[in-house]
């Protein structure tokens, strides 16, 4: 199976980069179809699931014609070496990849689109996925992961959404996915124009975007220019340690959110969700989980643009009160055609259960709370840039921060991280017509 998913990996990677010859692409200025924005809402408003990011910054998709539809291939791919310090770190070669299709079609005077999102994470980085301190979140042969990223199944998504105007200010959005996000938490991680060149998922994932990958969702919702008012019924699961296939399908877990775009440089959205038995190794525990979020971003010069995001979650468990609280800022500023700079600032409150420090030598209550945190900063520089690709090579460092009590645990109260990587992604629309870099 690995070899096959190497293979299929790179197939993905250059279908995704590159659009086939013989339809017609996207240039700066050109119109992609006929496909109505709904209300005048483009496509690049959107982020995973039905999240909605600023107007004045853009991922970088390609988009192109076949026939009456429109084609939108994304996606990202990193090779890196990585390697967290003390006595619970560890080193790693590896490669954290996605690739999203999705197809765009008029429909009964609305926008249709059908997407998939796939990742050969768990061959690039093993189904245990990669060290990162601190980190926690979903299990491995029984046992909760812990100080480790997990890898993201190879169904990220598959589902459809449907929005349609139903009167002048007033439109209507379906959402269903075997394999997908439901209405809770904010734009998730990779999919962030704030973090979308950070090599590693932050360690408050699991309050605050970690259902992005559920399998079983259903979303509805009413929207206007400007606000998007949803609700979603949905698998509650955290996804099992078969990378590979669909995991059984249940509409368990219920959630609301409401996001507001006040001008094109803001994207404010708060949720609720109870999530249903996350997590296999505890079973008989559910998550109630809120969230609020503030993305900003803005152009820098002809090339360049400035994105930032703050963020809080906090989770309360059905097995112990008060909720545990997380927060997050972090930014990227890409200067030029070249250059770009990545920072990410968290705080979590986490359980001795959670860090799987309940057991001798450290034998501290499984409710225990602790603060931990992590600064990370980074810089990519574009050495390789293509027609419509470019391959960068970049570093990240980290410094992690526990209390006292864990020092004994993790080695020392600030210990380190470093990420050296090459990433491969599309260049931005605006660009790509452009000679040289």
Request: aromatic share 8%.
């Amino acid at each position: 199976m690995p070899r096959a998913a190497m293979v299929l990996n790179a197939s993905l990677v250059l279908a995704t980069l590159f659009a086939p010859p013989g339809h017609a692409q996207q240039s700066p200025g050109m119109p992609i179809s006929m496909v109505p924005d709904p209300l005048g809402i483009s496509m690049d408003r959107l982020g995973s699931g039905t999240t909605w990011i600023p107007d004045a910054v853009a991922l970088p998709p390609r988009r192109f014609n076949a026939g009456a539809w429109n084609l939108m291939v994304h996606g990202f791919a990193f090779g890196q070496y990585e390697s967290q310090s003390g006595t619970r770190g560890g080193s790693q070669f590896g490669s954290v990849n996605w690739a999203m299709l999705m197809a765009t079609h008029e429909l009964a005077g609305g926008r249709f689109q059908a997407r998939t999102m796939l990742s050969f994470d768990a061959t690039g980085v093993t189904s245990r996925g990669y060290p990162l301190l601190l980190q926690s979140g979903e299990s491995f042969d029984n046992e909760p992961i812990h100080d480790r990223q997990h890898p993201h199944d190879m169904w990220m998504e598959l589902g459809a959404m449907y929005e349609r105007p139903i009167t002048n200010d007033v439109g209507l959005t379906l959402y269903a996915a075997p394999s997908g996000e439901p209405a809770l938490g904010p734009v998730a991680f990779m999919h962030r124009p704030s973090a979308m060149d950070v090599p590693a998922a932050p360690i408050s994932h699991h309050w605050q975007d970690a259902t992005h990958i559920s399998f079983g969702v259903l979303t509805a919702g009413v929207f206007t220019h400007d606000v998007r008012i949803e609700g979603s019924i949905f698998n509650g699961r955290e996804p099992d340690q078969h990378r590979w296939d669909f995991d059984r399908i249940t509409l368990d877990s219920y959630s609301g959110r409401v996001s507001y775009n006040p001008n094109a440089h803001w994207a404010l959205n708060a949720g609720y969700g109870f999530i249903k038995s996350p997590e296999t190794v505890t079973p008989d525990v559910s998550t109630h989980r809120v969230t609020a979020s503030a993305m900003y971003g803005e152009k820098l010069g002809t090339d360049g643009q400035l994105a930032a995001t703050i963020l809080w979650g906090a989770n309360a468990h059905s097995d112990r009160s008060g909720l545990s609280h997380s927060g997050l800022i972090e930014s990227e500023a890409v200067l030029d055609r070249r250059n770009s700079v990545i920072g990410r600032i968290e705080i979590v409150q986490k359980s001795a259960e959670d860090l799987v420090l309940v057991a001798p030598p450290f034998n501290f209550s499984p409710t225990q709370r602790f603060n931990v945190g992590t600064l990370s900063l980074g810089y990519v520089r574009e050495i390789a840039p293509m027609r419509v690709a470019t391959l960068g090579i970049g570093a990240m460092g980290t410094v992690d921060v526990v209390p006292l009590s864990l020092r004994a645990a993790y080695g020392s109260r600030t210990p380190l991280g470093l990420f050296v990587f090459l990433r491969l992604r599309p260049i931005a629309v605006r660009t790509m017509d452009m000679p040289g870099m």
